[in-house]
């Protein structure tokens, strides 16, 4: 928990206000006269729910805790937080201190592990890693593969790796914690890697973070990983990414096996899109790497039953990951729904059995590539694999287990001719009327729904929801991106609306570090602007700059477009978080026979029509973008 949050978990908005605000009980809120300008009837309120602030006066500004006490008191960001976090007991660190402290850390276990890559180098082209040479060159493994991925050799002996290391002036606590050694009981330790063929892990920026050892006899485990260290968590890395990115790019798609070797493999032959998820079914984390590159994913894994369910798993975990779009869509009457549905492209490479990537690819190049073009759709895959331990044929109990198995996922498709051929499918192999699997898709739908991903979120009621996918997004491309701002306000502007604002920014680190980031002079170098945030803004820029997209994947016109529909998007969740906000006063007032019931309907009648034109300029981009993809694909 960050210190923001911790100070919003221990202190209550009412106390706080209610010290220089004189508020009165008003239904769930409260309501009293504005502290910012002059006015007799009250129009400031304060919502206790997700403690927010807003006056619906002549200010037409709200916030949170921190924003009322910034506007209240004259104080920059910094300033508030230290005033509320002596007010709430939290212990303030100096966290870029400790920053530092840590980065010089982990780069000493990083150099620690280059180290050890280039020892397991040297021995794997001695005598003493002979054996497995040899045994890399019959898998038909190349020298410049060899030396691309640079693989190594572990001597089988207990102490090899971290005697050279101690000798070269490593600390033994941290070849611990870079998991290169295994502590004994008695106080001492041996080598975690003894007598295997030694393959670098590198994260995505090329860093060897950790190894895989595979055995060259009969022992096992056949495959060891390194164990959890600061640098390393598997479920967070896919092997060969650093080297992948480019061919993914230019492909267009991942390919995502399972193990080292048919990463390997598939470098070798020239499908250097190939990417690895080291046995493990995909997670959030993986995805997260991935879809900040490519939106289109094909899964090689293996055609066994226990890789069909790491399948199922990955994909359930892909659909709860991946990002969502909103689309409009027509209605029969006319009318314009937006709907949120996958932004991505999950198809399933079907291996033949007994063979995985590395064995396709080695006796036949040519079969891998037709295999990637005969990938079936998840759905497809899906009704394949849900029916494998089932009689669908005759067994009634299997039917229904079928049927529920499938429900989650014909739910999830949005197109309605879509679904319908995929209801139709089913009834098909079931043998049950489509309109009984209608009425079960729509029972599901009443039952409790699953965690929602942060892009489906956006849509959503809650005022709290999905501020990281919208907001942090945009305001990473904003930074990355400084020209962007410039022609996102123009298109507010054209759409007769204000331009971007820190209020449409709702997590209060993102709100103050854009309000910043506006007041930046032309001239400012960025050093000079960063050295002006505080501590903890600026730990917020750097997690920003690291978790956004890259640099170079923000250009060109679809880039641009893009940028304009996130931040339409956020102005309307700011516009439909107000509106929320004020029908829930005019029916408070309507009840209550207060005359600031028809002021509060013409403020919602304001705010529709402001909707209305955000979400005009949101279906111009949207069409703009399909009819340029169909200009380019004639």
């Known amino acids: 928990m960050s210190a923001v949050d911790e100070i919003k978990s221990r202190l209550d908005i009412v106390d706080i206000i209610s010290d220089s605000v004189p508020l009165q009980k008003s239904g769930r809120n409260y309501k009293g006269i504005c502290p910012f300008h002059s006015e007799k009837t009250p129009s400031f309120v304060v919502f206790p729910e997700n403690q927010s602030w807003y006056c619906f006066g002549a200010c037409k500004v709200g916030g949170d805790i921190f924003s009322f006490v910034m506007k209240r008191e004259n104080l920059d960001f910094a300033e508030a937080l230290q005033l509320l976090a002596r007010k709430a007991g939290v212990q303030l660190e100096p966290p870029r201190q400790q920053d530092a402290e840590r980065q010089k850390h982990l780069d000493k276990l990083s150099d620690i592990l280059g180290a050890a890559t280039a020892y397991y180098s040297r021995l794997l082209h001695s005598s003493p890693g002979k054996a497995a040479y040899e045994y890399v060159t019959a898998r038909g493994l190349s020298g410049d593969t060899i030396q691309k991925f640079q693989l190594g050799f572990a001597l089988d002996d207990w102490r090899a790796l971290s005697d050279h290391l101690l000798k070269r002036g490593y600390e033994r606590q941290e070849l ?46 056949k495959y060891l990983n390194s164990p959890q260290t600061p640098l390393f968590d598997k479920s967070g890395i896919l092997f060969g990414l650093d080297l992948a990115k480019p061919a993914i790019r230019a492909k267009g798609y991942v390919a995502i096996a399972e193990g080292y070797m048919d990463v390997l493999q598939a470098h070798q032959a020239g499908f250097g899109n190939v990417v690895a998820s080291m046995g493990t079914a995909l997670t959030e984390e993986q995805l997260g790497l991935l879809k900040r590159i490519t939106k289109r994913y094909i899964l090689a894994l293996d055609p066994d039953l226990a890789g069909n369910q790491a399948t199922l798993r990955g994909l359930a975990v892909a659909r709860q990951a991946l990002d969502r779009q909103t689309v409009p869509v027509p209605t029969a009457r006319g009318w314009i729904r937006y709907e949120s549905r996958l932004d991505a492209d999950i198809r399933i490479m079907t291996l033949p059995p007994g063979q995985d990537p590395d064995d396709l ?94 892009a489906e979120a956006e849509t959503a009621e809650e005022p709290n929801s999905a501020v990281f996918a919208l907001e942090e997004y945009c305001l990473s491309v904003l930074l990355r991106r400084p020209d962007f701002l410039e022609r996102v306000d123009k298109v507010l502007r054209d759409t007769g609306l204000a331009p971007l604002r820190a209020e449409d920014f709702e997590l209060t680190e993102n709100r103050n570090l854009f309000d910043a980031w506006r007041q930046v002079e032309a001239e400012q170098e960025w050093q000079e602007w960063t050295e002006l945030l505080s501590s903890t803004l600026n730990d917020h820029l750097e997690f920003l700059l690291a978790r956004g997209p890259d640099t170079d994947e923000l250009v060109g016109a679809e880039a641009e477009r893009d940028i304009e529909r996130r931040i339409l ?15 829930m006063l005019q029916m408070e007032a309507l009840e209550q026979g207060e005359p600031k019931a028809t002021e509060y309907g013409q403020a919602m009648v304001g705010l529709t029509m402001e909707r209305l034109r955000l979400e005009h300029a949101l279906a111009e981009r949207t069409a703009l973008g399909k009819h340029e993809q169909k200009e380019r694909e004639i």
């Open 176 to 221: 611990l914690e870079a998991g290169l050694i295994v502590a004994r009981d008695d106080g001492g330790h041996y080598d975690r890697f003894r007598g295997r063929l030694m393959i670098p892990i590198r994260n995505v920026n090329g860093h060897v973070i950790g190894f895989g050892g595979r055995v060259l006899t009969k022992e096992q485990p």
């Open 361 to 454: 690819i080695r006796e036949d190049p040519s079969q891998w590539e037709t295999l990637v073009d005969a990938a079936v759709p998840v759905v497809d895959y899906y009704f394949t694999v849900a029916a494998k331990d089932l009689d669908v044929g005759s067994s009634a109990k299997d039917k229904a287990e079928f049927v529920r198995r499938l429900v989650p996922v014909l739910s999830e498709i949005r197109d309605e001719v879509e679904r319908t051929h995929y209801i139709q499918k089913l009834a098909r192999l079931v043998r049950v009327d489509e309109q009984t699997l209608r009425r079960q898709l729509g029972k599901s739908k009443g039952q409790p729904a699953r965690q929602r991903t942060m």
């Open 569 to 583: 998007a956020l102005r309307r969740r700011n516009v439909e978080r107000v509106s929320r906000s004020l029908q």
